[in-house]
């Protein structure tokens, strides 16, 4: 539990300095609530909106408690929760913590219908307790952890590889009627290109295993080509991650850095005109990379005042939130 002193006028008091409280509501759920957690499949409803789930790993200097009253306080739908090695929950007390954090988060009307886990096989001793009592507590997301490829493996054994790891892991999925996704995160594992993991979701042909499309990784991986990659993933998107990025030239060198979204490279407008093309309306998770204190690393100390990262929040949300507007995708 952290021992940061927290105080609900805390979050307003920093959004008011910020000038960030206009059209957000003081507490409870906001915009469209009509996203239902026993749908398997995106809702076919074009006048349905997305629900928007903060992601937990930037709160992790927030208890449970701390937790809810932020996200509710700010407008956020739900909680994309940390349930993995060092988040909010730990795996070996999945069964004792996970029920308890989640009551909490109801109590101010947060939906936890997302995860975000380590797993990465059915034979991982944290994948039947962890996903067991997800069902039990009808979470239906959550996001796998990642495959490294071997330095000394050819790339195509090591997709067979994959394919038979994770397809054991979708049938453990069915047999608890959740929905994995494996993200696409930039570098050199599985998964990064989009191309290595569709052929893999192809094989394994599960409506209970797909993707976490992450558009800004996609942006550092893809550049003009990201929509071709989205194309492809597209029928295995089971939620996506948002956030944005621009190139930067540090010691001689260009690296990806993350910014405050609609500040970056991300083409957002073309990307949300494809998620309407495609029909998807599936759950959000807000990811906030950019410098905060250590905040954005999921540490548990902060070096900046945590008003600060309450306000880059709602700055982000209200973001988000305009752009599903502008693109149609608001309910």
Known sequence: MSSVPFRRRDVIKGLMAAGLTAGLPQSGIAGDTRFRPADAFPSADPTDGFSIHIFSKLLHFLNPTELAAVSADLGFDGVDLTVRPGGHVEPERVREDLPKVVEVLHKKNQQVLMMTTALTGADDPAARPTLETARKLSIRYYRTGWLK???????????????????????????????????????????????????????????????????????????????????????????????????????????????????????FPGYFAMLKQFNLRVPISLHLEYPLGGADQGSRTITVPKEKVFQAMASDLKTLKAMLRTAGLAG
């Open 149 to 267: 490829y071997p330095e000394n493996q050819p790339i195509r054994s090591a997709l067979q590889q994959y394919r038979r790891q994770l397809g054991g892991l979708a049938k453990l999925n069915q047999e608890f009627g959740l929905l994995g996704g494996y993200q696409n995160h930039a570098g050199t594992n599985f998964g990064s290109s989009v191309w290595d993991l569709a052929g893999v979701l192809q094989e394994i042909d599960s409506p209970n295993l797909g993707c976490q499309y992450d558009i800004r990784h996609a942006t550092v991986e893809g550049g003009t080509s990201w929509p071709t990659g989205l194309r492809i993933i597209q029928p295995y998107v089971r939620s996506v991650a948002v956030k944005d990025m621009i190139w930067e030239k540090t010691d001689g060198r260009w690296r990806a850095v993350s910014v405050p979204l609609g500040q970056g490279m991300v083409d």
